[in-house]
């Protein structure tokens, strides 16, 4: 509170204002590079898996082309493979099946050939690219084929447009045909559907059943295309045909029948795969053919309703300038001085803002399980990707979305029990480590839960979804949940243990199931000392959270260092597992995925990767493996041996480990090091799969110099990449500018010279002297006025001061006594206009009062004050 009234005392003897740190002449969503991370995942490639067509944020519709070969997981890759078609629905940055989720109902143009001789099916009809032809912008797509018919698509959030522009001769308009395939999605996983052509109406409807990209279900899906635009819409295509087309016998699948006139086609369903090639053929008397799709869970009614209502006029021109302004709200809630910053800096950073609000996606009104008033967001590919990174970037600049993703997991305990862990396709996934939807969740109370009724979301059901998630355990944890009979009787997941229970799970990754389950708990006592829960809920949970230290083994060493986390039987004793195996470095090669054969108990990590996770209680890791020094060495072993791994979700911590230690000016050093080695801006400019935002967003942080605590409202601080930026928040509608004191581009390499400023020497926030170097509040962050870093380049003198001589200048670790208080009292981080109108309205009623005085009034009497003041903050127009 004295912090607060020192910077509201600031604002007014200063006469601060909020407004924007530059004023770029430069539109954001020019700054952004689709096709970062669009390089093959083969033979070893990078395989960012990147999404590079058009959507709009969290959208549904996420409309481009396909390749012919695998990986392919978002359908697109950048090299010379043919493509198969465009399609309405992509994964963005994921794992799982390497053929690729979605890539439902492609449309292709085909022109020289008569109608009955029309290659329509997938492999003959397959064409290359031109070279250099891709080209993609926030909300549009573009491409060319060899034989020059060009491709465009933009999209709303279910709709949206694609449009075929033919080559024409010197004197006439060949016919020209557009394929409607049913049947080939991007895993040929169709197990069923139908479509129909209404020749009068131009329209074409199809509904298809297929397998879910990460997980063993089917999930069916509803599309709508028209082909008769109104009349206003220039050029008028003619349909002169239509017919559909349809393998002869599933035995011979390329032996394919096209029949002229015919309407519709319908398949029973299987409960495998069908290889049959199905699908509708049209013809059109003119050199362009502007289609309107829509898509849906629910229906094809509603897939065409849904076209009908987001694309109503079929404007090119409005839909795609609509996306645009969409992309460039959301890329505007962190500005940077375009003009003056490294060009290099600043396409990476605008692309991964990007990338990181391409998923969840927002399948609102389109939930075809449970009727429901709450948001229902799908693309929850994982939670274990996205904890660290995405939700608590969005917790910064995007609340109001992120209020509705948080909903879609509150709302899926509702009516399962369980919060979601790996909702792909709409269907449960697999559970890769905890249940990682809890972090979250956590997250969300302790940041918002006194607005949470503001933002539409019950904050006794989250707190009883986490609760639930914590103490149940489902029957099957392997798609949901946890294993919590284990969790609690153990406090550790045990090796080679039988759950009396009858709950069934794939029962390995032990250690690190423990390690998530840990956090998972530690997400539930945040929330119960955010929203004043029993001190039993906090002492519970608390203490669970440190079950991590039961799979410590002090005994095992590995390069001179003792002590790692290990598996561990029933009986108590462990269960050795090489600290390296499931590196960079194994030499064995280790299974560390999700399968029956990984017998180290780590999920996609080494115990010498995940001896480090435990973000609640960091000093915990510093103390069991020989206090600071030791733990210093240890993290330079890390790097220097190879047993990091950037392109993996358990590293990205690693780079800031050394805050923990009191060597923040190590940690400024690793991050360098990191970014340059790892990221750039070419097709393979990401270390790995982007993990539906993950590394976008992990990318972020590190550009801007923060990194996030899960479930806390710490955030560790250290040195950007840029000399300034500015934070919104579109939910306080509050603007925080960071302003970088000596900022050196000779910082921005890979090992940064001595001398150079890259070493933070001091923080004030709004004036006020911070008492760390280490970390900053989230309340700060996101609550308006400025934020100055001061950087140095005197690397001894910035080991000496490390964090800074107070108390609290290390963060938080929970076995320290720390994260004492959760709660945060949300007028604390009001913006500075609504502080003056309720200074204004004391003062009408109580004269000659102090705005301190005024403040104190306030907060222990806000049913006094208007709602205008009290209910939400107070917005100000963007």
């Given at each position: 509170?004295?912090?607060?009234?020192?910077?509201?005392?600031s604002?007014?003897?200063?006469?601060?204002?909020?407004?924007?740190?530059?004023?770029n002449?430069?539109?954001?969503?020019?700054?952004?590079?689709?096709?970062?991370?669009?390089?093959?995942g083969?033979?070893?490639?990078?395989?960012?898996?990147?999404?590079?067509?058009?959507a709009v944020?969290?959208?549904?519709?996420?409309?481009?082309?396909?390749?012919?070969?695998?990986?392919?997981?978002?359908?697109?890759?950048?090299?010379?493979?043919?493509?198969?078609?465009?399609?309405?629905?992509h994964?963005?940055?994921?794992g799982?099946?390497?053929?690729?989720?979605?890539?439902?109902?492609?449309l292709?143009?085909?022109?020289?050939?008569?109608?009955?001789?029309?290659?329509?099916?997938?492999?003959?009809?397959?064409?290359?690219?031109a070279?250099?032809?891709?080209?993609?912008?926030p909300?549009y797509?573009?491409?060319?084929?060899?034989?020059?018919?060009?491709?465009?698509?933009?999209?709303?959030?279910?709709?949206?447009?694609?449009?075929?522009?033919?080559?024409?001769?010197?004197?006439?308009?060949?016919?020209?045909?557009?394929?409607?395939?049913?049947?080939?999605?991007?895993?040929?996983?169709?197990?069923?559907?139908?479509?129909?052509?209404?020749?009068?109406?131009?329209?074409?409807?199809l509904e298809?059943?297929?397998?879910?990209?990460?997980?063993?279900?089917?999930?069916?899906?509803?599309?709508?295309?028209?082909?008769l635009?109104?009349?206003?819409?220039?050029?008028?295509?003619?349909?002169?045909?239509?017919?559909?087309?349809?393998?002869?016998?599933?035995?011979?699948?390329?032996?394919?029948n096209?029949?002229?006139?015919?309407?519709?086609l319908?398949?029973?369903?299987t409960?495998?795969?069908?290889?049959?090639?199905?699908?509708?053929?049209?013809?059109?008397?003119?050199?362009?053919?502007?289609a309107?799709?829509?898509?849906s869970?629910?229906?094809?009614?509603?897939?065409?309703?849904?076209?009908?209502?987001e694309?109503?006029?079929?404007?090119?021109?409005?839909?795609?300038?609509?996306?645009?302004?969409?992309?460039?709200?959301?890329?505007?809630?962190?500005?940077?001085?375009?003009?003056?910053?490294n060009?290099t800096?600043?396409?990476?950073?605008?692309?991964?803002?990007?990338?990181?609000?391409?998923?969840?996606a927002?399948?609102?009104?389109?939930?075809?399980?449970?009727?429901?008033?709450?948001?229902?967001?799908?693309?929850?590919?994982?939670?274990?990707?996205?904890?660290?990174?995405?939700?608590?970037?969005?917790?910064?600049?995007?609340?109001?979305?992120?209020?509705?993703?948080?909903?879609?997991?509150?709302?899926?305990?509702?009516n399962?029990?369980?919060?979601?862990?790996?909702?792909?396709?709409?269907?449960?996934?697999?559970?890769?480590?905890?249940?990682?939807?809890m972090p979250?969740?956590?997250?969300?109370?302790?940041?918002y839960?006194?607005?949470?009724?503001?933002?539409?979301?019950?904050?006794?059901?989250?707190?009883?979804?986490?609760?639930?998630?914590?103490?149940?355990?489902?029957?099957?944890?392997?798609e949901?949940?946890?294993?919590?009979?284990?969790?609690?009787?153990?406090?550790?997941?045990?090796?080679?243990?039988?759950?009396?229970?009858?709950?069934?799970?794939?029962?390995?990754?032990?250690?690190?199931?423990?390690?998530?389950?840990?956090?998972?708990?530690?997400?539930?006592r945040?929330?119960?000392?955010?929203?004043?829960k029993?001190?039993?809920?906090?002492?519970?949970?608390?203490?669970?959270?440190?079950?991590?230290?039961?799979?410590?083994?002090?005994?095992?060493?590995?390069?001179?260092?003792?002590?790692?986390?290990?598996?561990?039987?029933?009986?108590?004793t462990?269960?050795?597992?090489?600290?390296?195996?499931?590196?960079?470095?194994?030499?064995?090669?280790?299974?560390?995925?999700?399968?029956?054969?990984?017998?180290?108990?780590?999920?996609?990590?080494?115990?010498?990767?995940?001896?480090?996770?435990?973000?609640?209680?960091?000093?915990?890791?510093?103390?069991?493996?020989?206090?600071?020094?030791?733990?210093?060495?240890?993290?330079?072993?890390?790097?220097?041996?190879?047993?990091?791994?950037?392109?993996?979700?358990?590293?990205?911590m690693?780079?800031?480990?050394?805050?923990?230690?009191?060597?923040?000016?190590?940690?400024?050093?690793?991050?360098?090091?990191?970014?340059?080695?790892?990221?750039?801006?070419?097709?393979?400019?990401?270390?790995?799969?982007?993990?539906?935002?993950?590394?976008?967003?992990?990318?972020?942080?590190?550009?801007?110099?923060?990194y996030?605590?899960?479930?806390?409202r710490?955030?560790l601080?250290?040195?950007?990449?840029?000399?300034?930026?500015t934070?919104?928040?579109?939910?306080?509608?509050?603007?925080?500018?960071?302003?970088?004191?000596?900022?050196?581009?000779?910082?921005?390499?890979?090992?940064?010279?001595?001398?150079?400023?890259?070493?933070?020497?001091?923080?004030?926030i709004?004036?006020?002297?911070?008492?760390?170097?280490?970390?900053?509040?989230?309340?700060?962050?996101?609550?308006g006025g400025?934020?100055?870093?001061?950087l140095?380049?005197?690397?001894?003198?910035?080991?000496?001061?490390?964090?800074?001589?107070?108390?609290?200048?290390?963060?938080?670790?929970?076995?320290?006594?720390?994260?004492?208080?959760?709660?945060?009292?949300?007028?604390?981080?009001?913006?500075?206009?609504?502080?003056?109108?309720?200074?204004?309205?004391?003062?009408?009623?109580?004269?000659?009062?102090?705005?301190e005085?005024?403040?104190?009034?306030?907060?222990?009497?806000?049913?006094?004050?208007?709602?205008s003041?009290?209910?939400?903050?107070?917005?100000?127009?963007?």
């Amino acid at each position: 509170m004295q912090r607060l009234l020192h910077f509201l005392s600031s604002l007014l003897f200063f006469g601060y204002v909020f407004g924007s740190s530059t004023d770029n002449a430069t539109d954001l969503v020019d700054l952004v590079n689709l096709f970062i991370g669009t390089a093959s995942g083969a033979n070893g490639g990078s395989g960012g898996n990147a999404f590079p067509g058009a959507a709009v944020p969290h959208g549904m519709a996420k409309v481009g082309i396909d390749v012919s070969t695998a990986p392919r997981q978002a359908g697109y890759v950048s090299d010379n493979s043919t493509i198969t078609g465009v399609s309405l629905m992509h994964d963005e940055g994921t794992g799982g099946n390497t053929n690729g989720g979605y890539g439902i109902f492609p449309l292709f143009p085909l022109t020289n050939c008569t109608f009955a001789s029309c290659p329509v099916g997938i492999s003959p009809r397959a064409a290359l690219r031109a070279a250099g032809a891709d080209a993609a912008s926030p909300g549009y797509f573009t491409t060319t084929f060899v034989n020059d018919i060009k491709i465009e698509a933009t999209s709303t959030r279910r709709a949206g447009l694609i449009r075929f522009t033919y080559p024409t001769t010197a004197n006439h308009v060949a016919v020209n045909h557009v394929v409607v395939d049913l049947t080939n999605d991007l895993q040929r996983s169709f197990e069923g559907g139908e479509i129909s052509v209404n020749a009068s109406s131009a329209r074409v409807t199809l509904e298809g059943t297929f397998l879910q990209s990460y997980g063993t279900d089917n999930y069916t899906i509803f599309a709508c295309y028209d082909f008769l635009p109104p009349p206003h819409v220039t050029p008028q295509q003619a349909l002169v045909a239509s017919g559909t087309y349809q393998s002869n016998t599933s035995a011979t699948p390329s032996d394919i029948n096209i029949s002229v006139n015919t309407t519709s086609l319908s398949y029973s369903g299987t409960t495998s795969p069908s290889p049959v090639q199905a699908g509708v053929l049209l013809s059109f008397n003119s050199s362009s053919v502007l289609a309107r799709f829509g898509v849906s869970f629910i229906s094809t009614d509603q897939a065409c309703a849904n076209a009908e209502s987001e694309v109503p006029d079929w404007n090119w021109t409005a839909v795609q300038d609509a996306s645009k302004a969409k992309w460039e709200d959301v890329l505007s809630r962190v500005t940077v001085d375009t003009q003056a910053e490294n060009p290099t800096i600043v396409e990476l950073l605008y692309s991964s803002l990007y990338r990181a609000s391409l998923v969840p996606a927002n399948l609102t009104a389109e939930n075809p399980y449970w009727s429901s008033a709450y948001p229902f967001y799908d693309s929850f590919f994982c939670s274990w990707d996205t904890f660290r990174t995405v939700h608590p970037l969005l917790s910064l600049t995007s609340p109001r979305e992120w209020s509705e993703i948080v909903n879609a997991y509150i709302d899926g305990w509702r009516n399962t029990g369980y919060l979601p862990e790996c909702r792909a396709n709409t269907k449960a996934g697999y559970v890769q480590g905890g249940s990682d939807g809890m972090p979250i969740v956590g997250d969300f109370a302790v940041k918002y839960g006194a607005y949470a009724a503001d933002l539409g979301v019950l904050i006794e059901d989250l707190y009883q979804a986490l609760v639930d998630t914590a103490e149940n355990t489902p029957p099957n944890w392997y798609e949901v949940g946890r294993q919590n009979t284990a969790w609690k009787e153990f406090g550790y997941i045990p090796t080679n243990w039988t759950d009396p229970s009858g709950a069934v799970g794939l029962p390995t990754r032990e250690v690190s199931r423990t390690l998530e389950y840990s956090l998972g708990d530690f997400a539930v006592r945040q929330a119960a000392k955010a929203l004043n829960k029993s001190s039993a809920d906090v002492a519970l949970y608390g203490n669970r959270s440190m079950g991590f230290t039961n799979l410590w083994d002090p005994t095992v060493t590995s390069d001179g260092f003792s002590g790692f986390t290990q598996r561990r039987l029933a009986n108590g004793t462990f269960a050795y597992s090489p600290p390296g195996a499931c590196s960079p470095v194994d030499p064995v090669g280790h299974s560390c995925a999700r399968g029956t054969d990984n017998d180290v108990g780590f999920y996609e990590s080494s115990s010498w990767e995940y001896s480090f996770f435990a973000p609640h209680s960091m000093s915990t890791m510093v103390n069991l493996m020989g206090g600071n020094d030791t733990f210093i060495s240890r993290v330079d072993n890390y790097f220097s041996t190879g047993y990091f791994y950037a392109g993996n979700e358990p590293s990205f911590m690693m780079p800031w480990a050394y805050t923990y230690a009191n060597r923040p000016d190590l940690s400024a050093l690793r991050v360098r090091q990191v970014v340059f080695e790892n990221f750039n801006t070419g097709i393979g400019g990401i270390p790995g799969n982007d993990d539906s935002g993950a590394m976008a967003a992990l990318l972020t942080f590190h550009l801007l110099g923060l990194y996030p605590v899960p479930a806390s409202r710490q955030l560790l601080i250290g040195s950007p990449f840029v000399s300034g930026y500015t934070l919104s928040n579109n939910y306080f509608n509050t603007e925080t500018k960071f302003t970088v004191v000596n900022f050196d581009n000779a910082t921005l390499v890979s090992n940064p010279a001595n001398g150079t400023n890259l070493y933070v020497t001091g923080i004030t926030i709004n004036g006020q002297q911070s008492e760390s170097l280490c970390w900053i509040a989230f309340e700060d962050v996101v609550g308006g006025g400025e934020i100055v870093i001061e950087l140095g380049s005197d690397a001894q003198a910035a080991a000496t001061i490390g964090c800074g001589p107070g108390p609290n200048a290390l963060p938080d670790s929970l076995e320290n006594g720390g994260f004492a208080s959760s709660r945060i009292h949300w007028l604390k981080v009001y913006p500075y206009n609504c502080i003056v109108n309720v200074h204004n309205h004391y003062t009408e009623h109580n004269h000659n009062t102090s705005i301190e005085q005024n403040l104190r009034i306030y907060m222990h009497a806000p049913s006094a004050t208007p709602a205008s003041t009290r209910a939400k903050p107070a917005l100000k127009p963007r």
